[in-house]
């Protein structure tokens, strides 16, 4: 499939709800780990005073989806989470659409 700028784009993992659904493994957020400091307010006035400290800065998997017209861009394990919950819903609405039909409500 070609874009219009002629790059070749890898096809979309999935379609839902006419949007195609793109991973991307770029998009992360940086966080800091403040878990090994005494006090953060402390440790944030001694930074700025230019004192090192021990702040771990991590980088973690963007949770946000990123819409562009119809293409929606997420992390691979954003993507998962999304599946594994439209799975979950879907079986459980099957589940009790069954109930429904077998106890005749």
């Known amino acids: 499939m070609r874009t219009e700028h002629g790059i070749l784009a890898p096809p979309p993992a ?3 709800a006419g949007l195609d659904i793109y ?10 780990d403040w878990s090994q ?8 006035r001694r930074r700025k005073r230019g004192f090192p400290q021990r702040v771990r800065t991590l980088v973690v998997p963007d ?5 562009m017209g119809n293409k929606v861009y997420m992390h691979p394990q954003t993507f ?4 594994e919950l439209c799975r979950d ?3 459980g609405q099957i589940d009790r659409d069954f109930f429904r ?3 005749g409500f």
Do not use: C, D, G
């Open 14 to 16: 999935m379609m839902m």
């Open 89 to 91: 819903r879907i079986s």
């Open 63 to 67: 949770p946000k989806a990123y819409r």
């Open 80 to 83: 998962r989470m999304l599946r």
């Open 23 to 32: 991973e991307n493994e770029l998009l992360t957020v940086t966080r800091e």
């Open 37 to 44: 400091v005494r006090s953060k307010a402390r440790a944030i």
């Open 101 to 103: 039909m077998a106890s």
